[in-house]
């Protein structure tokens, strides 16, 4: 699954809104003819719409600099430290902050823009949207939050090439060796 952006026009404005699709691969089609068999070309994949998420704002335009050795300290102390919760709370807080989120009790908030991890819920005041933070890919909403907390603990290699794909998709970038040591603590529980 993954989501894709599509724009809609309403008076004269161009809104983004976010679609969860789901890409489902068929095999080709082998057709017989009277000089013999052969395959017939197609489209092999078949997109199948899932919902929608919400609408798109993108944020990640006015970028500042909070500095990641000032926000965590030593990555690997902190790691040890605090549970996997809190440490993924640290990390999306530590992206919504560069983005010009302010942290109100817990609360992220930019304008009317509210995102609370506490109950994975992102929000503009009424509905569910999708905050867009870096250019590729980069989606916040609460299917993508939701994906990254049931992550608890990885047992093998395509359990952590999952959960870097997860980080990713939210808009977490980590250096190979903070994903490393974030990836340790993970295989140890």
């Not at 969860?20 to 003819?33: D, I, P």
């Not at 000089?35 to 197609?42: C, N």
């Not at 000032?70 to 040890?80: I, R, W």
């Not at 993924?88 to 304008?111: A, Q, T």
Request: glycine share 8%; with cysteine.
């Amino acid at each position: 699954m993954f989501i894709r952006v599509k724009k809609v026009k309403k008076a004269e404005e161009i809104y983004e809104y976010a679609h969860l699709v789901s890409g489902v691969w068929k095999k080709r089609r082998l057709k017989h003819f009277e000089s013999g068999k052969k395959f017939v070309k197609f489209d092999n994949s078949v997109h199948k719409y899932s919902g929608l998420l919400g609408r798109v704002y993108r944020v990640h335009e006015d970028k500042k600099n909070v500095g990641f050795e000032n926000y965590f300290g030593d990555f690997k102390e902190f790691v040890e430290d605090n549970d996997v919760e809190e440490i993924y709370k640290k990390l999306i807080g530590y992206e919504l902050l560069c983005s010009g989120f302010n942290d109100v009790k817990g609360i992220f908030v930019k304008g009317n823009l509210h995102v609370d991890l506490n109950r994975f819920v992102v929000h503009d005041g009424c509905k569910d949207i999708v905050i867009k933070l870096k250019d590729f890919s980069g989606y916040l909403c609460s299917l993508t939050l939701n994906n990254l907390f049931q992550i608890k603990k990885i047992e093998n290699r395509y359990e952590g090439v999952y959960l870097l794909k997860k980080l990713k998709s939210i808009g977490i970038e980590l250096s190979p060796d903070d994903f490393y040591i974030l990836a340790g603590k993970l295989i140890k529980k």
